[in-house]
């Protein structure tokens, strides 16, 4: 896991990591680990799964749209960029990504790493980081 800053937001490229836990309540977890750390993103807003032209909205606790979360189960995961009005984008190998967008009243997602970083999109859009 390499984390990169630019002016635009944050980039977090893996060698080789995975999709291994899928955690579903009024928000979406997925805990993503590699050979020898791991990390999770949580999303506690509508989110979208994009697989081409196709993106399907996901409505973290309402199950009916939930099916869709179950297919990135074991996923292999290439990076996932931050910007940093808010927008997170984690991009799978099969070329299909996750978009989530900042929320106003409420934290939108969360995401870190064991032990190196936490991002938070706070409300807004702001994203406040912790290292």
Do not use: C
């Amino acid at each position: 896991m390499k984390v990169d800053e630019s002016n635009e937001g944050w980039r977090v490229t893996f060698d080789d990591a995975q999709i291994t836990q899928i955690k579903i309540d009024f928000r979406v977890t997925l805990i993503v680990a590699e050979l020898s750390a791991s990390g999770s993103l949580t999303i506690e807003q509508p989110f979208e799964i994009i697989e081409g032209n196709r993106r399907t909205t996901v409505h973290p606790g309402e199950m009916l749209s939930i099916p869709p979360v179950l297919d990135l189960f074991n996923a292999d995961v290439e990076s996932v960029t931050i910007e940093r009005m808010g927008r997170l984008q984690m991009k799978l190998a099969t070329g299909a990504a996750i978009e989530v967008v900042p929320s106003r009243p409420y934290e939108a997602w969360q995401f870190g790493w064991l032990g190196e970083f936490l991002f938070v999109s706070a409300p807004g859009g702001e994203v406040m980081e912790f290292r």
